[in-house]
């Protein structure tokens, strides 16, 4: 029998334990597995916990007692008596000397946080130009369905480009809902796709295209359409996806929709389904993904 607990760790960690324990009250899990498969499941845990999770592991064992422990919870102790294991609870030392509690010293940690919040924006604008885009379409079909706006946000500088373009297919009431996109609005506001296209190359220049399923979606339309306006074959740019790095460094999430990802790394966004919104929100994304150590190019 093996007793697990957990308290302050990610959702996408409690479903994962389910696959071999039953929750019998909240936080609390119950199952019978063997001590390989035992003490992997508890390297994952420690894995996945979060930042600020706990867990505390309770199994049989041949020892005084039939059972010990293992946590990581840093209030908590596991020591061996005699062959007993038992919880040393820790307590903070109250009467110890707190170094930097005088007005000045407040100050100067004051300081020393602010440059370190430049020196961390500086080091991402230091990493080389990239543009995060995104565009909206008329449907998932690249043969038939054509692109209705196209935004991106400059990495450095945070500049942006937005544009609605006209077309000849009518937009479903189901786009519409989606992206607020009407015939009328491109009718009146939307642009001709070939002047688009090339203002939109003038604003990326030479820069790393970064973008959630680009892959798969934006750049094969941005293709298709650059093709079919004669303005060249293909973009030339470098290319970064976030969705399959998102896959490989976040393996615990419910899934892998942009909004479920980006709810995972605490990025607002304010309009789904808007093509600047999403780009804005995709480049908050790529940023904490640099600052994280999970992303560099």
């Given at each position: 029998?093996?007793?697990?607990?957990?308290?302050k760790v990610?959702?996408s960690?409690r479903g994962?334990?389910?696959?071999?324990?039953?929750?019998?009250q909240t936080?609390?899990?119950v199952?019978?597995i063997?001590?390989?498969?035992?003490?992997?499941?508890?390297?994952r845990i420690?894995?996945?916990i979060?930042v600020?999770?706990e867990?505390?592991?309770v199994y049989?064992?041949?020892?005084?007692?039939g059972?010990t422990?293992?946590?990581?919870?840093?209030d908590?102790e596991i020591?061996?008596?005699?062959g007993i294991?038992?919880?040393?609870?820790?307590f903070p030392?109250?009467?110890?000397i707190k170094?930097?509690?005088?007005?000045a010293?407040?100050?100067?940690?004051?300081r020393?946080?602010a440059?370190?919040?430049?020196?961390?924006?500086?080091?991402?604008?230091?990493?080389?130009?990239?543009?995060?885009i995104?565009i909206?379409?008329?449907?998932?079909?690249?043969?038939?369905?054509?692109?209705?706006?196209?935004?991106a946000v400059?990495?450095?500088?945070?500049?942006?480009f937005y544009?609605?373009?006209?077309t000849?297919?009518?937009?479903s009431?189901?786009i519409?809902a989606?992206t607020?996109?009407?015939?009328?609005?491109?009718?009146?506001?939307g642009?001709?796709?070939?002047a688009?296209?090339?203002?939109?190359?003038?604003?990326?220049?030479d820069d790393i295209?970064?973008?959630?399923?680009?892959?798969?979606?934006?750049?094969?339309f941005?293709?298709?359409?650059?093709i079919?306006s004669?303005i060249?074959?293909?973009?030339n740019?470098?290319?970064?996806d976030?969705?399959?790095?998102?896959?490989k460094i976040d393996?615990?999430?419910?899934?892998?929709?942009?909004?479920?990802?980006?709810?995972?790394?605490?990025?607002t966004?304010?309009?789904?389904?808007?093509?600047?919104?999403d780009?804005i929100?995709?480049r908050e994304?790529a940023?904490k993904?640099?600052?994280?150590g999970?992303?560099?190019?």
């Amino acid at each position: 029998m093996i007793v697990i607990t957990l308290s302050k760790v990610p959702p996408s960690l409690r479903g994962d334990l389910t696959k071999w324990f039953q929750e019998v009250q909240t936080g609390v899990y119950v199952g019978n597995i063997n001590s390989r498969v035992r003490d992997a499941l508890w390297e994952r845990i420690q894995k996945n916990i979060g930042v600020n999770g706990e867990a505390t592991m309770v199994y049989s064992t041949n020892n005084e007692t039939g059972y010990t422990f293992k946590t990581n919870r840093k209030d908590k102790e596991i020591v061996n008596f005699d062959g007993i294991p038992l919880v040393k609870h820790i307590f903070p030392e109250e009467d110890s000397i707190k170094l930097g509690f005088s007005d000045a010293a407040k100050r100067h940690k004051a300081r020393m946080m602010a440059g370190k919040k430049i020196r961390d924006s500086e080091d991402v604008r230091l990493k080389r130009n990239f543009s995060v885009i995104d565009i909206e379409t008329t449907g998932l079909d690249v043969t038939n369905d054509v692109i209705i706006s196209l935004a991106a946000v400059k990495g450095a500088t945070g500049d942006r480009f937005y544009k609605l373009i006209r077309t000849n297919n009518l937009i479903s009431p189901k786009i519409v809902a989606l992206t607020g996109i009407t015939n009328e609005k491109l009718e009146s506001e939307g642009e001709d796709i070939y002047a688009v296209l090339n203002e939109f190359k003038k604003f990326i220049e030479d820069d790393i295209l970064i973008g959630f399923n680009i892959m798969n979606f934006d750049l094969r339309f941005i293709n298709a359409a650059m093709i079919a306006s004669g303005i060249e074959e293909k973009m030339n740019n470098t290319i970064i996806d976030l969705l399959p790095r998102i896959k490989k460094i976040d393996s615990f999430l419910d899934n892998y929709r942009f909004e479920t990802v980006l709810r995972a790394y605490g990025v607002t966004n304010n309009l789904p389904h808007n093509a600047l919104s999403d780009s804005i929100a995709c480049r908050e994304l790529a940023v904490k993904l640099m600052k994280n150590g999970k992303l560099s190019f």
